[in-house]
């Protein structure tokens, strides 16, 4: 197949691009590089030792659809692209709404124009806001407790309607939990701007000296060791996951709903001594208030998955942390600074991009 992913250089896309390439399909990359890079195309090239082909341009731009779907002939689409900050989805909600629900709208407009109708959709398990009970299951009831979440159940709704009017879709909605760790090669990797957002880019910043030390918010939740515990997903295996669910919406026309995670948990401070253990020193943390919005658990439930997918997390917590360690020791600054609205690779000047990572607040 030939593939169009959105959001394709960004943390997730360049490794899902990794691994399809491996599959043995054509890539198409489309990304307006408001948080990534233009160096993840080469990256991808490199480890993948395949072409891809990479367009810079927006889904919001309907003529710049137009003209992918014009020049490749795409198969499938997986939809990636979106801004993913909880904390900046606040305070530009709007912002929000254009890029992530607007964009999958003029996407998907676009696609069904040139007759693809094949697609996997990025949600979050953020929309489960903070479940009964866990491990959260595909029918634990929606509820979006941020603008970010509500963007993701939006699109999500709206992918069901599609469906609805015209039978011909096959689309794949994959609820991700937390996507962390890096390629093995060490050559692709999650590159954040400013202060990491979340936990393991910022531990591994503390690893190599670049923060003083973590903080970790809060000590008193119902947990093992009384910090908040996740469901941490290597990203190989969750790139892995998409290929899995185009396989399924190719046999089984429909919507399908997938939760992609390993089932098991993690506590903030399991992370960080396993992190620990794989750089060989000691990550200084102080134990501070609860940050805003943050659940005591999240566990995915992974059988529907499993069964229907036949698809399951292989790396465990130790994996990801040698991955990430690897990545983070090899590029201490990620891609390198290109993506700076100043710099000559010349990216938007997306406000966005720099904001989201103004506020360390949960992502995605
Ligand atoms: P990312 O920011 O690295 O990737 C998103 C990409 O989309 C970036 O490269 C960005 O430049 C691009 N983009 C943003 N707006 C665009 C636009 N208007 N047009 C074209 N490209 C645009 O984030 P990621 O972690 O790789 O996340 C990928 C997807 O997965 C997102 O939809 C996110 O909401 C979802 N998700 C991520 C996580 C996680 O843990 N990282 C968890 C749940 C869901
Ligand atoms: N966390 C923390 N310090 C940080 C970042 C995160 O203690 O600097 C905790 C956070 O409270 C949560 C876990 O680590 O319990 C994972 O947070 P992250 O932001 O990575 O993911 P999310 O909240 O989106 O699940």
Redesign the pocket.
Known sequence: MRVLL??G?????SHTAVELLAAGHDVVL???????SARAVSAIRKVSGREVSFIR????DGNSLDGVFQTHAVDAVIH?????AVGESVAKPDAYND?NVT?SRRLVERMAAHGVTTLVF?????VYGDPASTPITEACPASPQSPYART?REVEELLRDLHRADPRWRISILR?F??VGAHPSGQLG?DPRGVPDNLLPYIAQVAAGRRERLDVFGDGYPTRDGTGVRDYLHVVDLARGHLAALDYIRRSPGVALHNLGTGRGHTVLEVLHAFEAVCERTIPYRITARRPGDVAVSCADVSRAREELGWTATHDLQKICEDLWLWQSSHPDGYGDDHSPTSTLGVSGNDSASSQRAKRMP??
Request: proline residues 0%; without cysteine; charged residues 15%.
């Open positions: 959105t959001g250089t960004g943390y997730i896309g489309l990304d307006n590089l408001a948080n990534s341009g927006d889904i919001r990636l692209a979106a801004l993913k890029t964009g990025s949600s979050t398990a953020a993701k991700y937390n996507a999650e992502s995605s």
